[in-house]
């Protein structure tokens, strides 16, 4: 059975750190580009960061960039969101996903996982 699981989450002081994991169990996460998603309560659901899969190109959302970095170890089937200086609106439930593409960031949905918890808050 297909599973994705995150993990890494929790509370952090802004400017903190945190690093989230995402393990894949089931499917070779290495057949997919991976996304990372973000809902703060009251608002839509955001696209975070993608990294595809045949040459690890990344692309990150505005609200994010030059503080996170996505990554992935295709030997270990997981994909990281390392995020620095973080901000209250960064605080949201963090969900990753695989997408049904390999090379670019635009195919559907093919697995999701529970999600992670960020608080980002003093």
């Known amino acids: 059975q297909a599973q994705l699981v995150e993990s890494g989450g929790g509370l952090v002081q802004p400017g903190g750190s945190l690093r989230l994991s995402c393990a894949a169990s089931g499917f070779t996460l290495g057949n997919y580009a991976m996304r990372w998603f973000r809902r703060a309560p009251g608002k839509e659901r955001e696209g975070v960061s993608c990294i595809t899969s045949s040459d690890g190109s990344t692309n990150y959302a505005d609200s994010v960039k030059g503080r996170f970095t996505i990554s992935r170890d295709n030997a270990k089937n997981t994909v990281y969101l390392q995020m620095n200086s973080l901000k209250p609106e960064d605080t949201a439930m963090y969900y990753c996903?695989?997408?049904?593409?390999?090379?670019?960031?635009?195919?559907?949905?093919?697995?999701w996982g529970q999600g992670t918890q960020v608080t980002v808050s003093s």
């Open positions: 996903a695989a997408l049904r593409s390999r090379n670019h960031c635009l195919g559907t949905i093919a697995s």
